[in-house]
């Protein structure tokens, strides 16, 4: 469990430099004939706030940022310096005044964008922790592309630890190759209780029909208009599976006769088996969240994936 603080600043910050996965250059460069997936390391060391942005504390003792800016140290397998724009709802239950105990969970998202020497980074991040007794989880994503001379390079990672200080993150720095196929892969799935599943169509280098089922992540509040979402997609046919993670942004759209949420973002593959297992690619995707008469539960998502991939 981690030891939260209520205030204003670095006490904040402690809440808030778990997602600051804003990354430097990786090193090392793979050959422009291969794709390879290079499992890289680091820990993010928490800096002073280049902008404090907008702090406002709500009746029922929650902690509300937006647009906080900071400046970290990263030291590791990708090092450097980075900088993040990072919103923060800290729900807290209405009335508590026993500190620590009062808390709910917390939702952190944002955008990164990393200057290096040769290239830089752009993506998103979102994390949120839940303190429920009985559903408690700490889930953290980043997912970044390559501008300049890493412009066919990926990073998707997680947070693994987290003290007052310091945050770690593992994940792949992925390369892509050329020649690059197309994929086209269309997805829909129905809402279940624990996942969701449906199935795919899809044409490129992944090229048939088969399951799908998936995994969601939403992060917003009363408090954000706008939301984060991470995503994982598995497809499997006769061939093998691969997974296909995302994360990016949402709105909702609120009607009297339907509930409906468009998403968008980018999508890297990072993993699969079989006929799959040597596949990488990443681009954009697009989904649709809404009531779904053919799904059981009434609701479901429809997602698009569109990019390039290459098989070694």
């Known amino acids: 469990m981690k030891h939260w603080k209520f205030g204003r600043g670095t006490s904040v910050l402690a809440i808030l430099v778990v997602l600051l996965a804003a990354m430097a250059p990786f090193t090392t460069l793979a050959a422009d004939h291969e794709a390879t997936r290079t499992e890289a390391r680091f820990v993010v060391s928490n800096g002073p706030p280049i902008n404090e942005g907008t702090f406002w504390q709500d009746a029922s003792g929650g902690i509300h940022i937006r647009n906080l800016v900071t400046a970290d140290e990263l030291t590791g397998d990708i090092s450097g310096t980075s900088a993040s724009t990072q919103n923060v709802d800290v729900l807290a239950i209405e009335g508590c005044e026993g500190g620590e105990e009062c808390l709910i969970g917390v939702n952190v998202w944002g955008t990164l964008d990393i200057e290096g020497e040769a290239g830089g980074w752009e993506g998103r991040f979102v994390e949120a922790i839940s303190f429920r007794p009985d559903d408690m989880y700490d889930l953290g994503f980043v997912d970044l592309t390559g501008t300049g001379a890493y412009a066919n390079m990926s990073f998707f990672g997680r947070v693994v630890e987290t003290t007052d200080e310091t945050s770690t993150i593992e994940g792949f720095i992925y390369t892509m190759a050329t020649p690059k196929q197309s994929l086209n892969l269309s997805a829909t799935l129905c809402a279940g209780d624990v996942s969701w599943s449906g199935s795919y169509l899809s044409t490129g280098v992944i090229d048939g029909s088969g399951a799908a089922t ?11 208009s706008d939301s984060n979402i991470y995503g994982s997609v598995e497809v499997a046919d006769a061939g ?18 339907t509930f409906t949420s468009h ?3 980018t999508f890297i593959i990072t993993g699969g088996t079989g006929a799959y297992a040597d596949l990488y690619g990443l681009g954009r995707v697009t989904g649709t969240a809404t009531a779904m008469p053919g799904c059981a539960s009434g609701f479901g998502v429809h997602v698009q994936f569109i990019g390039e991939a290459h098989m070694n």
């Open 214 to 224: 998936g995994n969601f992540l939403t992060v917003s509040s009363e408090y954000a």
């Open 240 to 257: 093998g599976t691969a997974t296909l993670e995302f994360v990016g942004g949402g709105r909702e759209i609120l009607s009297p006769d």
């Open 263 to 265: 998403g968008f973002g």
